[in-house]
DNA sequence: TATTGTTATACTCTATAACTATA
DNA sequence: TATAGTTATAGAGTATAACAATA
């Protein structure tokens, strides 16, 4: 990393630097990649990173990750769906969405109930509290994803989501 | 994740299905993905995620990770280069680029000279060994190059690296 | 037999802090 | 005082295996 830098709102919101420091760091005189360059993977991951750490700090007041925000999402729009569902949907293994939604439910966020038609699986759906706590949580999601806008720039994002969205 | 098995004909027609799974799979009706469609940090991972794996399973033979993949190249093109360069240049942490070149040594595959100029600093250098190891590695990675390409499409994989190369 | 959810283990990656030896 | 490299720890994410209850 260490590149970026120019967009406006970074220097508005505070966001954070990797290398931080001011203009001193400069000295190491910046490397080239070689053919990392040319790996898809790489710059694919470069913005993925960038992503992560910005929506993660961005939701830091509401403690909510990126994977349990996808949960929270997914259950929101299948309400009632097993966690065999929503972890297919998701790619997410069942034996960590277990751990996962045992972390939303001692939040309050969610509930499992039986099911009717199999005894083996739960029901999911959001608490009052969890349906609270997403119109927050959407808010600084929304907050975060104008900032991935800036930093990219509106015209690339709307392109890469074009490329992205629809050969799933 | 489950899916994975970049089959050429499905990708050449574009279709591919996220569930991939053995048809069977498809019991469990597919879920909506609510709000996260509009996610171009979601879309971002999922592709992410696709491509580490088949990085990963690639080059399984010669037991070759993403971040050791990366390394080797910014070394191979950087020369003599301090452990601080190169992990600057790659954002990697330098706790983990030290445990990770440990891993290099152990492996022949680098040597850490010391510097003239800087007794704390070590200058890096891939060995004979590394340099054999490496071709056989940039074989196997250009393999999942292709199989990416695939994945996406070519045109697609083009834009892409277009749109998401020279932003940084 | 297969599936749902659970617990447990192991490994990678990330993020810190603390330490040394230099500068 | 700051930097280069090392070691250690803790947490998230991923990948397994094993298990009980149910299908």
Redesign the pocket.
């Given at each position: 990393m260490t590149r970026r830098r120019p967009v406006a709102s970074t220097a508005k919101t505070g966001l954070r630097r990797?290398a931080a420091?001011p203009a001193?760091?400069e000295?190491?005189n910046k490397l080239t990649l070689g053919q990392l360059d040319y790996h898809l993977g790489y710059v694919l991951?470069r913005l993925q990173?960038w992503v992560?750490?910005d929506f993660?700090q961005t939701l830091a007041t509401m403690k909510v990750?990126?994977?349990?925000y996808s949960v929270l999402l997914v259950i929101e729009a299948n309400p009632g769906r097993?966690?065999?569902?929503?972890?297919q949907t998701l790619?997410?293994?069942?034996?960590?969405?277990?751990?996962?939604?045992?972390?939303l439910e001692r939040r309050k966020w969610i509930s499992?109930r039986a099911?009717g038609?199999?005894?083996?699986?739960?029901?999911?759906h959001l608490t009052a509290d969890g349906e609270k706590a997403l119109v927050r949580i959407k808010s600084l999601a929304a907050q975060h994803e104008a900032r991935l806008a800036d930093h990219v720039g509106a015209k690339r994002r709307t392109q890469l989501m074009e490329l992205l969205r629809d050969f799933g």
């Open positions: 990797r420091s001193r760091a000295k190491l991951r990173i992560f750490q993660i990750r990126p994977a349990q097993s966690q065999a569902a929503i972890g790619g997410i293994e069942r034996a960590r969405l277990a751990r996962l939604l045992h972390e499992r099911s038609s199999d005894a083996r699986s739960h029901c999911l």
